[in-house]
């Protein structure tokens, strides 16, 4: 079957270096904010989160990045590993309900 | 705990014919949703839920029915299928901290 990540911007980064994907977000008044990564098969699964009130929040080889300005989101994924091979959402929580509006994804693959 | 459970995993259907998708939590959520996802496209959501007894309509609801009689479950109802709902079938279960997914339900409709 087609893959989901068939037709959306992809990073190829060689294993070991750093990789950065980008999202830009709609919604000004959006107050919390979210990265998924699916695999392939696989439901999408979160991955950090962070809230309007910061612009910096880390986790075990992960930062997200969020620029209010410019309504734009990153993530990066420090020591790329193959096993970070997936597609990457950001998503926004747009009302403040728990309803999230999500990007189309960016996919990424690691070159061993 | 289990998370989100959604069945079955794959289905064939003709053009015409209905089903139902089912999607179970146990972590007491609230807001429960559907999403479909297609190449290139992201997750739409088709129909969400806040509460039990509580549905509406998200960004692609045509063709799909939704109701949500206990907190645990909220099955997603095809009535006709038509090939344009070929897709994979994601469930979501949320709370403050964001979505939470089941492994998707293939479908092709041919």
């Known amino acids: 079957g087609e893959s989901v990540g068939l037709h959306l911007p992809t990073l190829s980064v060689q294993e070991g270096d750093n990789s950065i994907i980008n999202c830009a977000y709609s919604n000004s008044a959006s107050d919390y904010f979210i990265w998924y990564k699916q695999e392939s098969g696989k439901g999408p699964q979160f991955i950090i989160d962070i809230r309007s009130n910061m612009d910096k929040r880390q986790g075990q080889r992960v930062t997200v990045l969020l620029n209010k300005t410019v309504k734009h989101l990153s993530l990066q994924i420090a020591a790329t590993q193959p096993g970070d091979s997936a597609v990457y959402f950001c998503a926004e929580n747009m009302e403040g309900n728990n309803r999230l509006a999500f990007g189309k994804g960016n996919q990424v693959v690691v070159i061993p | 705990n289990a998370g989100v459970t959604q069945t079955p995993k794959f289905q064939v259907l003709k053009t015409g014919q209905s089903m139902t998708l089912q999607c179970a939590q146990d972590?007491?959520?609230?807001?429960m949703s559907w999403y479909r996802q297609d190449p290139g496209m992201g997750l739409r959501l088709i129909h969400y839920?806040?509460?039990?007894?509580?549905?509406d309509q998200g960004e692609v609801p045509n063709g799909y029915n939704v109701s949500r009689s206990t907190t645990e479950d909220f099955p997603l109802r095809l009535l006709s299928a038509a090939p344009s709902q070929t897709s994979v079938y994601f469930c979501?279960?949320?709370?403050?901290?964001?979505?939470?997914f089941g492994q998707g339900t293939r479908l092709t409709v041919v």
């Open positions: 972590m007491n959520h609230e807001y």
């Open positions: 979501a279960s949320s709370d403050d901290r964001g979505a939470f």
């Open positions: 839920s806040v509460g039990a007894g509580i549905t």
